[in-house]
């Protein structure tokens, strides 16, 4: 069961680091353009929403009431440092490249990041791959475009 805890925690804080992360992150060069800015986001993300997800995956097990003490703790450990860093992960391009570089690269690592994981969890369940994979994707491009459309209609309505 603790096994349970610990891909559960993982699961989601990589899934929701990886979403979230670049979700922000689009939205805000969309709308800003801006390094700091960008960078502030992810380093909130990083922070703020880990403590945010960890806290939720962990009443989310309480209120399940199937899973001891440890085990809630376990999820909500692994939730908060699977966000935390893979989350400041994509902070690397962003102080390696140009800005515009520096997103498109962090949206390859998410996708492959995404991809990888996906196509694991595929094999485990004995799943199509290609199915899981695409449904995934189809997610996280969704977000990708909405977050951008959002930051280019903020720059245009409220800047």
């Not at 989601?12 to 805000?28: A, D, E, H, K």
């Not at 690397?92 to 492959?112: C, D, E, N, R, Y």
């Amino acid at each position: 069961m603790m096994k349970h805890s610990l891909k559960v925690g993982f699961s989601f804080g990589l899934t929701s680091g990886v979403i979230t992360t670049l979700g922000l992150m689009i939205g805000l060069y969309s709308g800003t353009g801006s390094r700091f800015t960008v960078i502030g986001g992810i380093l909130t993300i990083a922070i703020a929403d880990a403590f945010s997800d960890a806290l939720g995956i962990h009443i989310s097990e309480e209120a399940e009431n199937t899973h001891t003490t440890t085990q809630i703790w376990a999820a909500t450990i692994a939730t908060f440092f699977t966000k935390f860093i893979f989350a400041l992960t994509f902070v690397i391009p962003v102080l390696l490249f140009k800005l515009s570089i520096a997103i498109a690269v962090s949206v390859a690592w998410g996708l492959a990041i995404l991809c990888i994981f996906s196509f694991g969890i595929a094999k485990e369940q004995g799943a199509k791959p290609w199915k899981v994979i695409f449904e995934h994707l189809l997610i996280i491009i969704i977000v990708i475009f909405a977050a951008h459309y959002a930051g280019k209609w903020i720059l245009a309505n409220l800047a």
